[in-house]
């Protein structure tokens, strides 16, 4: 396999100069951050759901999630620490409770109360304290945990938050919202970057792909009806109209570009 042929390659090679785990799609973002940060090597606090937490071994991946969490705060050039009086940025993880992740499409929507509770209080109690919270949503691949998500917006969490992410796989989700919370702490547009994660990983992933795929539309057809429905959920998430547009690729619906207008 290409991997084992890289990692006999960077034998003898010391782990500050070269790390392997399992993620793509958000390696690019992980590295721009990693540039902007210049070298200041920020702390970061990690907080997991109650349950099995970082031992749990996510869908499509190899490694236990504390794991592949680690090597995504070297790859970063930051370091986690114990300390929460130490921390930049509070790294919030939602995995499920007896280690097991699913997939967003088969949810039931129910959620575990216990873990939703935990989560919050660790979110509110970081917020109250003045340290930015990126939340890592890994209960689910390719898609937002649902119930969780209902809860937040019910407490009026969401847009507090610097950053989300609930996408394709775990170190996908973790990089993501690393890299962002690393970025966007506690700024302006931070709301943008949440908003279009909430409605791509949350509205689209895990609800609106679900109801258009037995459809069967195509081309234009696809398009505005993935467009109407996203419109609808983003004008009740954010409290009024929201101007986006939709990109459709080669008529499938894995995956969709969505740009929220300014």
Known sequence: AVDAVVIEAARGIPPD????????????????????????EKNIYVSYAPGAGPATIAGYEDVPIGENL???????????????GAADLALVVNTPRNGITGEAAYQDGKGDPESMA??????????????PVALADVAYSNGADDALMEFLKEKGLLFKLSSYAGMN????TIGYALAQGLLLPGKEGAKKVLLTRYLDDWGYQ???RQAVRPLNLRGENLQGKI????????????????????DIFWDQ???IGIKVEP
């Open 17 to 40: 100069k070269f790390i392997s785990f399992p993620g793509t799609d958000e390696v690019g973002l992980v590295l721009v951050a990693r540039a902007a940060l210049e070298g200041e």
């Open 70 to 84: 680690s090597a995504h705060i070297k790859a970063l050039g930051c370091q986690e620490v114990k300390d929460l």
């Open 118 to 131: 935990a989560l919050t209080t660790e979110i509110e109690m970081f917020l109250n304290k003045g340290i």
């Open 169 to 172: 796989t775990a170190g996908n």
């Open 206 to 208: 895990a609800k609106i």
């Open 227 to 246: 467009t109407t429905e996203l419109a609808d959920f983003a004008r009740k998430l954010n409290g009024g109209p929201v101007s986006l547009s939709v």
């Open 253 to 255: 619906i894995f995956n």
